[in-house]
């Protein structure tokens, strides 16, 4: 796998504080989202857990030795969640998320768009099959974890393109 | 209320008994292919554990542990023959149900062939065809009559001789005299003499 791409800001020490002033608080804070999903994207993350994570290379640049203070990566973490990129699976605690670096629909796409191409419309998929596939190592959605795979399949059904056959199972149209 | 229900039965309806059937045995491909997945892990992991004892001089152990590889390895074979079968079946019935629906189709497209043909009787065809041949030949009538009370046999005649003035007038001038040509030379070509004779004999005689 190629090395992630940090952005500028990630070498910029005063990203790792947030900033008092709005308008430059704003920009730092979609920085700092886009910097998580693209993170999360490059190794296939779906799920983020807050204690890992703020030790990890993502929060903290052992480089500069900068680190983003815990409350900092909740601030950040919420705005997400605004923004429905991610989901708390414990609202109270807020310890664990789940990450959609690609929204439910778009993930629907993707999938619906390589069962035309294999033609595969009419044909009944295990959900296994296509995240583990062999037929779809090349394929972004390999190794996709269930509960966005049923969410993404979700919205096919509502576009009356796929029906689920319990969680195991697909059918494409 | 009651379309809302009716749409939620017509959604489920599209998901056949086989399709169930086909799901069925896919997932038993997918369980095969996770167990087959499984000893490929155990045969590697044994195969060093093997490597280990050898080094440590342990022969008996090695062996025994090479013995369980070797079965093992058999056990994926004979997975790979039962993953083959099923999907085989899984295929089968697919195509079966791909059949079923080209019969469908070809039944529908006949009865829709059939109906047409109840309309298009090859009487009227044949009415229809008469009458086309009565109007055009009607039509042909009226432009005779149309054209035959401005045109008679003389007018014709008479448009023929002014074409023919118009096509000579447009052509040159051709001498009326003789052309004298030149002579033909006298100078003998042994090779091709026969021929020459024989030309002139063609000559005298025309």
Not at chain 1, 119 to 147: A, I, K, P, R
Not at chain 2, 63 to 69: A, Q, R, S
Request: aromatic share 8%; glycine share 4%; charged share 35%.
């Amino acid at each position: 796998m190629a090395e992630f791409q940090w952005p500028w800001q990630y070498n910029f020490p005063p990203f790792f504080t947030i900033q008092p002033n709005k308008d430059t608080q704003a920009k730092q804070l979609e920085a700092w989202c886009l910097l998580v999903l693209s993170y999360c994207r490059h190794r296939r993350q779906y799920s983020l857990d807050v204690t890992d994570a703020q030790d990890s290379p993502l929060f903290h640049n052992k480089k500069i030795d900068r680190k983003l203070p815990l409350d900092a990566v909740y601030t950040v973490l919420e705005e997400l969640r605004k923004k429905g990129n991610i989901e708390w699976t414990d609202p109270k605690k807020r310890n664990r998320c789940l990450i959609m670096w690609r929204t439910p629909e778009e993930w629907g796409k993707i999938i619906y768009q390589w069962v035309t191409s294999n033609g595969m419309n009419n044909t009944v998929c295990t959900t296994y099959e296509l995240v583990n596939g062999d037929d779809t190592t090349s394929q972004e959605f390999h190794g996709m974890e269930s509960w966005l795979l049923t969410r993404a399949l979700q919205t096919l059904q509502l576009e009356r393109k796929a029906e689920l056959m319990g969680s195991e199972g697909v059918k494409f149209f | 209320m009651g379309s809302l229900f009716s749409k939620k039965k017509k959604e489920e309806s599209r998901i056949t008994e086989q399709d169930k059937a086909i799901l069925q045995l896919k997932q038993q491909r997918d369980k095969l292919r996770q167990y087959q997945k499984k000893i490929q892990a155990n045969l590697d992991r044994e195969r060093e554990v093997a490597k280990r004892l050898l080094k440590d001089g342990k022969k008996e152990k090695a062996k025994l542990l090479l013995k369980k590889k070797r079965y093992q390895e058999n056990m994926l074979q004979k997975t790979d023959n039962q993953i083959d079968q099923v999907e085989k079946m899984a295929d089968d019935i697919e195509f079966a149900s791909i059949e079923m629906k080209v019969m469908e189709g070809l039944k529908k497209g006949n009865d829709c062939l059939k109906e047409m043909h109840k309309i298009m009787s090859l009487e009227d065809v044949e009415k229809i065809l008469d009458e086309t041949q009565e109007a055009v030949e009607y039509q042909r009538e009226i432009d005779d009559l149309l054209a035959g009370g401005i045109l008679t046999d003389e007018d014709e005649e008479a448009v023929l001789a002014e074409l023919d003035e118009i096509t000579k007038a447009d052509l040159p001038q051709v001498p009326d005299e003789d052309v004298s040509l030149p002579e033909v030379p006298r100078d003998r070509i042994p090779e091709a003499e026969a021929p020459k004779e024989r030309q002139r004999e063609l000559v005298a005689a025309s």
